[in-house]
């Protein structure tokens, strides 16, 4: 799941990067604000990751939980790229969409496991 959610994420920040054929149509304040946005939860995304190769289960649940937080901005900030009318940014925030959908469930799931094991283990100890 961690490396699809990876492929999704770069797919996103990939596809967004290319669309800078659109940048006289686009404020340049708004770009930032998606590109800032889209490597916040990539970071996040990371940083929860590495919580859970270390075993850390609220940590990754923290990360996890903030990342979602830019997941959350990033889908509002989509929506006022589609309010521009420009076919390129409408496409792309239309595929860019299905993916965030994809990737919040994801650690949506994720979450919940870590919830489990983190609640095991305090049963255990």
Excluded: P
């Amino acid at each position: 799941h961690v490396r699809s959610r990876r492929q999704r994420q770069m797919c996103i920040r990939d596809r967004f990067q290319s669309i800078s054929l659109c940048s006289d149509q686009i404020a340049s304040t708004t770009a930032l604000k998606v590109q800032n946005t889209i490597a916040q939860s990539d970071y996040y995304g990371l940083l929860a990751v590495t919580a859970l190769d270390l075993g850390d289960y609220s940590l990754a649940i923290a990360y996890f939980k903030r990342g979602l937080v830019a997941l959350n901005e990033l889908l509002a900030l989509l929506l006022e790229v589609e309010e521009l009318n420009i076919d390129a940014l409408s496409a792309y925030s239309k595929q860019a969409k299905i993916r965030l959908f994809d990737i919040r469930e994801i650690w949506l799931r994720v979450t919940a496991d870590c919830r489990a094991a983190a609640a095991r283990g305090f049963e255990e100890e």
